[in-house]
């Protein structure tokens, strides 16, 4: 049997079908979680963000454009419910978690390139975190979800002159502090 597309799985929930969106949860819930674990840094906070997306994206179900993918929809959800929460001044705790990079990587057929590799990474993620949340933002919408300059604009409700200036003003602090250590 071929899963629904998501358009007949939100028809059924606006109908009351909970295990519909049950299903919607499941197909999307690795990638918003991925969304707000890069942006927070923390696991529990980004669990948390997770299902607050869900909540939310559920409550406003019945203003969803069934023109547009489901998808992007709620991971843009959970990328503004993360901004606005880094925007409330919590500061995510260090240091990075490390079972994510665990699951990255299965096969390691050099154990000192994949070590350089994970270091490398953590450097990456290290210097993404103390970026200002509005830089951190653009980076992530830009780089790990691959949004256009209008979808992040869009995204986060500013002009597309500011996501370019953003992401200009994140890459070089990013350049400056990965080429300092």
């Excluded at 049997?1 to 079908?17: S, T, V, W």
């Excluded at 939310?56 to 992007?72: H, I, N, S, V």
């Excluded at 994510?100 to 350089?116: F, K, Y």
């Excluded at 951190?136 to 002159?161: C, G, N």
Aim: some cysteine; glycine content about 4%; hydrophobic content about 35%.
């Amino acid at each position: 049997m071929n899963a629904p597309p998501d358009g007949e799985l939100i028809g059924r929930c606006r109908n009351g079908d909970v295990e519909a969106f049950g299903e919607l949860v499941r197909r999307y819930q690795q990638a918003v979680f991925n969304v707000c674990f890069r942006m927070l840094e923390e696991l529990r906070e980004a669990e948390d963000l997770t299902q607050e997306s869900f909540l939310r994206a559920y409550r406003k179900l019945e203003t969803f454009d069934m023109e547009r993918p489901f998808g992007p929809w709620i991971r843009r959800l959970a990328a503004n419910l993360c901004l606005n929460h880094l925007e409330k001044g919590r500061i995510p705790q260090m240091p990075l978690d490390e079972e994510r990079d665990q699951s990255i990587e299965s096969v390691v057929p050099d154990p000192e390139r994949h070590h350089i590799r994970e270091e490398s990474q953590k450097r990456v993620r290290a210097a993404i975190m103390e970026l200002p949340p509005k830089y951190r933002a653009v980076i992530e919408l830009r780089h790990f979800q691959t949004m256009d300059y209008a979808e992040i604009a869009k995204t986060l409700s500013i002009p597309i002159s500011d996501v370019k200036s953003h992401l200009h003003r994140a890459r070089r602090r990013l350049a400056e502090r990965l080429g300092n250590d």
